[in-house]
């Protein structure tokens, strides 16, 4: 048995198009052009990447992209006061801190000054808080991503064990709050969880999401397990180069899961697909829309 690919690819392209369509109806019906505000402090070559593609695709959806650069030198009150002018401009209906920050910022107190109507990376405590207790929420990019690459699979998670590898409140936290609204069975597991193999192999669905390369083996999964792979991890290769794997080992999952992500083309694919809906969402509510169908 060999696991079907899930091209992470192909259906954020599939999400994209529909995010583009409603964006198009939107405009056409109530005159408004969702706007996502991108913030980057300093010059890291990854950050400056990732806002490249935001851009691009923000653009390509129909959306107005607003880019705001910085200097790594900046002060904390003047990238507060960059926040609250854009919690003030009624264009932005979505703002992006790009993480991380340069040493001497405070992160926390960045994310605390959001809007959390403009939340679109979902990591502001309001919006943590309301997805925790079930609400309607704007969720962290990453994870949403993960359910509808699982939904590609799997039409209802309802009474699956899903198993979720990493606690972070960018994927971990959020992921298994999102996999509880689903009525899946969750368990959380992280670096000091007992027997993490034995836990692994009951689940129906494995997220891996620690940042440590090739961690979960193949022979850790329950055999026709879905596997969602969110590690990007950078290792050596023989010639000096290096190259990119995930969470997972690759390759021996092959033969023993249902279903996984490759890395790349997996996950990552879809975490700018689902800013994108997040900034449709947040204008959308803003303007006190129905919810769009995305």
Request: hydrophobic fraction near 45%; include cysteine; charged fraction near 20%.
């Amino acid at each position: 048995m060999t696991a079907k690919i899930i091209d992470g690819k192909v259906i954020a392209a599939e999400l994209r198009a529909r995010v583009a369509e409603e964006v198009a109806r939107v405009r056409r019906e109530h005159n408004l052009i969702p706007g996502l505000a991108v913030v980057l402090v300093g010059n890291d070559p990854a950050s400056e990447v990732y806002v490249r593609s935001k851009h691009t695709q923000t653009q390509a959806a129909g959306m107005a992209s607003f880019e705001h650069k910085l200097p790594a030198d900046v002060s904390q009150g003047d990238l507060l006061a960059l926040v609250a002018k854009l919690n003030r401009d009624p264009a932005v209906h979505g703002i992006l801190v790009q993480l991380p920050l340069p040493k001497g910022l405070n992160t926390g107190a960045v994310i605390n000054a959001i809007d959390p109507a403009k939340d679109v990376d979902g990591l502001h405590p309001n919006n943590a808080g309301r997805l925790a207790g079930g609400f309607e929420a704007l969720s962290p990019c990453t994870p949403l991503g993960c359910i509808i690459l699982t939904k590609s699979v799997h039409a209802s998670l309802e009474g699956m064990n899903a198993i979720v590898i990493g606690r972070s409140n960018l994927v971990g936290r959020p992921l298994v709050q999102l996999l509880l609204n689903e009525n899946a069975t969750v368990t959380i597991a992280h670096s000091r969880s007992r027997d993490l193999p034995g836990l692994v192999k009951k689940a129906d669905l494995v997220y891996a999401a620690v940042g440590k390369p090739e961690m979960v083996r193949g022979d850790w999964l329950k055999p026709g397990a879905t596997v969602i792979d969110v590690g990007i991890n950078r290792i050596p290769k023989e010639d000096g180069k290096t190259r990119l794997v995930g969470d997972v080992a690759y390759q021996e999952a092959l033969g023993v899961a249902g279903a996984i992500t490759p890395v790349p083309g997996g996950v990552g694919q879809m975490t700018v697909a689902c800013l994108l809906v997040n900034t449709l969402r947040a204008a959308c509510a803003i303007a006190r829309l129905p919810k769009p169908a995305v």
